[in-house]
């Protein structure tokens, strides 16, 4: 089992930057593949970011490839996405899922672990 709870969600205005954050616990962190999805009103949850096992490895949605950046602390138990140049469209509740795997699809049934979700909302 592996409990994942996020932080960092937050109001700002467009162009500005956030960091989200999310911890774990339970079971083994650094051997799970790792990523953060968002679901906005309305719509389905959508991939937005994949880490492995490692760190070595990253993948991003195009709509915020060169504005986001994912990584891990695998000491510390803990994955991050920093989030610059936000826009009015990455509204939405974000989520981390962790994989049972050490490197995951882009889909959320390719996760087994969910956190509650932090609310990330851009004004224009």
């Known amino acids: 089992q592996v409990q994942l709870v996020e932080s960092g969600g937050g109001l700002v205005q467009a162009g500005g930057s956030l960091r989200l954050s999310c911890a774990a616990s339970?079971?083994?962190?650094?051997?799970?593949?790792l990523a953060w999805f968002r679901q906005a009103p309305g719509k389905e949850r959508e991939f937005v970011a994949h880490?492995?096992?490692?760190?070595?490895?990253?993948r991003y949605a195009d709509s915020v490839k060169g504005r986001f950046t994912i990584s891990r602390v695998n000491t510390k138990n803990t994955l991050y996405l920093q989030m610059n140049s936000l826009k009015p469209e990455d509204t939405a509740v974000y989520y981390c899922?962790?994989?049972?795997?050490?490197?995951?699809?882009?889909?959320?049934?390719?996760?087994?672990?969910w956190g509650q979700g932090t609310q990330v909302t851009v004004s224009s």
């Open positions: 899922a962790a994989s049972l795997a050490s490197y995951s699809g882009l889909r959320p049934m390719d996760y087994t672990y």
């Open positions: 339970g079971r083994i962190f650094s051997g799970y593949a």
């Open positions: 880490i492995n096992w490692s760190g070595s490895n990253t």
